[in-house]
DNA sequence: ACGTCGATCTCGAAC
DNA sequence: GTTCGAGGTCGACGT
């Protein structure tokens, strides 16, 4: 729907967005998406899972209730004019595919573990621990343990306080616990934190994991960019 | 934009999307969004500030090129076919106001600080550490620094952590320092993490903040409340 | 339901 | 520019 609308948000917090001209979409699945003219983000929103109470208000206005009984949210938007209604169904069963994520890091370090460093051999991956999970956990060349903490970006100081906890829990029992973060770069006073807390960096980018599983991922690949990029220019 | 389009992404990541019918939005601020049937977050999207490059290839396929320079990423559509095109200058100049978020709670606490303990006196918003900021900062009743985390949700155990790093920190200095945490409730098992680190919690909930606050918000907000829910059922 | 974490997170603000 | 924390984050997965 396109038209002068105006909307208020009640839940986790409140807002109130005063009469203007907006995209409003409206899906079977129960999610609502408000967009302004500008800007990536909607402006207002409900995630899927709402259930709807569309009426015309007894001074002609359309309102429609989006209400989320999960999270007990609602939204309400009203309509002055109406520009545009669309009601599709749209016929969608194309495929999605995301390509170097932290699961794939993980994936090729796992199969590939000397990616990180000869000797090592990883035993467990996603080990719950008290507070989180480990991305990955073996034994080094040593017998020593090794935990790691995959990062598919930068690495910032939340992650190597992160790892930091995992790793002096760990320490308690055995000292020569080892702590490692992989990730294509570091964050500015990252370096001198990890020394700190004497753990360890290995740089590793998506790029190279990726690489390293080709072998597996050739076959799709090759199909898929047949398929979608043979009218490149 | 309304078709049968596929789409391919390439910069933090790789994707790809196959054929199938979608809601393309392109904004003028250079933004980009495409919708399935389902969901409220778009599959496939690229944020403001793209340059757009748009072609008839020779096949025929109608292309749609979106490049954002800042970070070297690219979002090809390619249309099959189209079912709407609409071009549209929004005209949208309603304000948009979010209430109770955690800045509201700073603000009310700065300004009403007994809603925290009688005879604080804050003394810095928005104190730079280390690593990090302190939300709220000042001297309780007795002299002694009070270093205040807020949280308008649920409290985990990071956001403990994070307090707890900031207080061990200043304790070094003056083992007097005390650590608050002040949001509506506490998540699981922060109870004991907080008894642990020697820290405090104060239950507050943005509603009492708000409700602080509402002399000078009243005026604002019955203006809004006039104008939008004067329609209300 | 809660808890944790990744994300092409986005966005803003500070340095 | 980079770094950093917040978000009505969302979504996924596990307990």
Same mark, same amino acid.
């Given at each position: 729907?396109?038209? @002068?609308?105006?909307?208020?948000?009640?839940?986790?917090? =409140? =807002? %109130?967005?005063?009469?203007? &001209?907006? $995209?409003?979409?409206?899906?079977?699945?129960?999610?609502?998406?408000?967009?302004?003219?500008?800007?990536?983000?909607?402006?207002?929103?409900?995630?899927?899972?709402?259930?709807?109470?569309?009426?015309?208000?007894? @001074?002609? $206005? $359309? /309102?429609?209730?989006?209400?989320?009984?999960?999270?007990?949210?609602?939204? #309400?938007? +009203?309509?002055?004019?109406?520009?545009?209604?669309?009601?599709?169904?749209?016929?969608?069963?194309?495929?999605?595919?995301?390509?170097?994520?932290?699961? @794939?890091? /993980?994936?090729?370090?796992? !199969?590939?573990? =000397?990616?990180?460093?000869?000797?090592? +051999?990883?035993? *467990?991956?996603?080990?719950?621990?008290?507070?989180?999970?480990?991305?990955?956990?073996?034994? @080094?060349?040593?017998?020593?343990?090794?935990?790691?903490?995959?990062?598919?970006?930068?690495?910032?100081? &939340?992650?190597?306080?992160?790892?930091?906890?995992?790793?002096?829990? *760990?320490?308690?029992?055995?000292?020569?616990?080892?702590?490692?973060?992989?990730?294509?770069?570091?964050?500015?006073? %990252?370096? /001198?934190?990890?020394?700190?807390? /004497?753990?360890?960096?290995?740089?590793?980018?998506? !790029?190279?994991?990726? #690489?390293?599983?080709?072998?597996?991922?050739?076959?799709?690949?090759?199909?898929?960019?047949?398929?979608?990029?043979?009218?490149?220019?």
């Amino acid at each position: 729907m396109i038209g @002068d609308c105006s909307a208020t948000y009640s839940g986790r917090a =409140s =807002s %109130t967005l005063d009469w203007g &001209e907006r $995209l409003v979409l409206v899906k079977s699945d129960g999610s609502v998406v408000i967009h302004k003219r500008e800007g990536y983000e909607p402006v207002n929103w409900q995630p899927s899972g709402c259930i709807f109470d569309t009426l015309i208000q007894p @001074d002609g $206005l $359309l /309102k429609i209730r989006a209400i989320r009984p999960s999270s007990r949210e609602s939204l #309400d938007i +009203r309509f002055r004019s109406v520009f545009l209604i669309v009601e599709l169904n749209l016929a969608d069963r194309g495929d999605f595919l995301l390509y170097a994520s932290e699961e @794939d890091m /993980k994936r090729a370090i796992v !199969k590939y573990p =000397s990616l990180i460093e000869d000797g090592f +051999r990883p035993t *467990m991956k996603e080990k719950r621990q008290p507070s989180g999970f480990i991305d990955v956990f073996g034994l @080094d060349k040593n017998g020593d343990p090794l935990i790691v903490e995959i990062k598919k970006g930068l690495i910032r100081k &939340e992650a190597v306080f992160q790892l930091g906890r995992y790793v002096s829990r *760990m320490r308690e029992g055995n000292p020569r616990v080892r702590g490692m973060i992989v990730a294509p770069s570091l964050g500015k006073g %990252t370096a /001198k934190l990890l020394k700190t807390l /004497k753990l360890e960096f290995k740089q590793l980018s998506p !790029k190279t994991c990726l #690489d390293a599983l080709q072998k597996e991922r050739r076959a799709r690949e090759s199909m898929l960019s047949q398929r979608l990029c043979a009218h490149d220019d």
